[in-house]
């Protein structure tokens, strides 16, 4: 059975209500058992100083400056990803010639191309820009291929049989087929890519959600630390559900599958028809049975 909407929503409220119910609870009392709660901030502290902090410049500054970088590199990682995943699933020479590269450079974490961004790049815009491009290009690099390699070969064939060049079939077969998992990397890549810029904020930036919270962990400011948590986390989540958003708007034509959480399979029960069928067989087979003793007696007859 489905929940309406407005009960998931009141499910929801009440479950992050919850927690910081408990966060209230557990930093107020001070609870010291094995995790050291009294050294946290309580809720109210961290909402006074949300409040102080909405209400200077220097917030928004920091939020316009992270939204920027990280629209910057997403995007340039998008076009980037799905152009290189398209070209090393469909060709074997891109994959001999890039893949070795790629795959040397991918398991190396983006926020270790600190130092290398400092020495390529003469501003420390460029090089964070840099640093969230490269987070989120092979999420999106690794998705795009592995759905380009899984499209079924004869949507090709049948594009390819109606006169379809390599342009067509990339329009018509490739691109729309592969849509779902470049998505799925999308949605991925943003994620990681504000990971990543808030710690390049941390460590070369000037001004960001990352270069102030690492400010207000230098002079012992807890409170402004979870301020800097909090956005981040509603920042991350506004942008992954916007890319969602988008995925979900440019596939409509697939079929979706309803999600019932919980819920049971239900099992037909035998209807009527099936016993009218076996009284239709029963039927049937009593005159088969009728004509093979009339002919079993027919040749009794016949041998006597």
Same mark, same amino acid.
């Given at each position: $059975?489905?929940?309406?909407?407005?009960?998931?929503?009141?499910?929801?409220?009440?479950?992050?209500?919850?927690?910081?119910?408990?966060?209230?609870?557990?930093?107020?009392?001070?609870?010291?058992? +094995?995790?050291?709660?009294?050294?946290?901030?309580?809720?109210?502290?961290?909402?006074?100083?949300?409040?102080?902090?909405?209400?200077?410049?220097?917030?928004?500054?920091?939020?316009?400056?992270? @939204?920027?970088?990280?629209?910057?590199?997403?995007?340039?990682?998008?076009?980037?990803?799905?152009?290189?995943?398209? %070209? =090393?699933?469909?060709? *074997?020479?891109?994959?001999? %010639?890039?893949? /070795? =590269? %790629?795959?040397?450079?991918? #398991?190396?974490?983006?926020?270790?191309?600190? /130092?290398?961004?400092?020495?390529?790049?003469?501003?420390?815009?460029?090089?964070?820009?840099?640093?969230?491009?490269?987070?989120?290009?092979? &999420?999106?690099? =690794?998705?795009? *291929?592995?759905? =380009?390699?899984? @499209?079924?070969?004869? +949507?090709?064939?049948?594009?390819?049989?109606?006169?379809?060049? *390599? @342009?067509?079939?990339?329009?018509?077969?490739?691109? #729309?087929?592969?849509?779902?998992?470049?998505?799925?990397?999308?949605?991925?890549?943003?994620?990681?890519?504000?990971?990543?810029?808030?710690?390049?904020? $941390?460590?070369?930036?000037?001004?960001?959600?990352?270069?102030?919270?690492?400010?207000?962990?230098?002079?012992?400011?807890? &409170?402004?630390?979870?301020?800097? $948590?909090?956005?981040?986390?509603?920042?991350?989540?506004?942008?992954?559900?916007?890319?969602?958003?988008?995925?979900?708007?440019?596939?409509? +034509?697939? #079929?979706?599958?309803?999600?019932?959480?919980?819920?049971?399979?239900?099992?037909?029960? &035998?209807?009527?028809?099936?016993?009218?069928?076996?009284?239709?067989?029963?039927?049937?087979?009593? #005159?088969?049975?009728?004509?093979?003793?009339?002919?079993?007696?027919?040749?009794?007859?016949?041998?006597?």
């Amino acid at each position: $059975m489905t929940r309406r909407p407005l009960a998931r929503y009141a499910l929801r409220t009440a479950s992050l209500a919850a927690f910081l119910g408990l966060w209230q609870l557990l930093t107020s009392l001070k609870v010291d058992l +094995w995790l050291r709660f009294s050294q946290f901030p309580t809720v109210t502290d961290v909402a006074r100083a949300f409040t102080d902090r909405l209400s200077g410049d220097d917030y928004w500054t920091d939020l316009t400056d992270s @939204l920027t970088r990280i629209l910057a590199g997403f995007a340039l990682a998008a076009v980037l990803g799905v152009a290189t995943g398209v %070209l =090393v699933a469909r060709s *074997r020479l891109a994959e001999d %010639l890039l893949g /070795p =590269v %790629l795959e040397v450079v991918r #398991p190396i974490p983006a926020i270790a191309l600190v /130092p290398v961004a400092i020495l390529l790049f003469p501003s420390n815009e460029q090089g964070i820009v840099f640093i969230t491009c490269t987070a989120a290009y092979f &999420p999106v690099l =690794v998705s795009t *291929r592995h759905a =380009v390699r899984a @499209l079924t070969p004869v +949507w090709e064939e049948a594009v390819r049989t109606l006169g379809g060049g *390599r @342009l067509r079939v990339l329009g018509s077969v490739v691109l #729309p087929g592969a849509l779902p998992g470049i998505f799925g990397g999308l949605s991925v890549g943003i994620g990681v890519s504000w990971i990543c810029v808030i710690s390049a904020e $941390m460590i070369s930036g000037q001004y960001g959600v990352g270069y102030r919270t690492w400010q207000d962990y230098t002079v012992v400011n807890y &409170p402004g630390v979870f301020v800097g $948590m909090v956005t981040i986390g509603v920042l991350g989540w506004v942008t992954s559900t916007a890319v969602e958003l988008l995925g979900r708007r440019l596939t409509r +034509w697939l #079929p979706r599958t309803s999600y019932v959480p919980g819920g049971r399979a239900r099992v037909a029960r &035998p209807a009527v028809a099936p016993v009218r069928a076996d009284r239709d067989s029963e039927q049937h087979a009593q #005159p088969e049975q009728q004509g093979q003793k009339d002919t079993e007696e027919a040749r009794d007859e016949h041998l006597v």
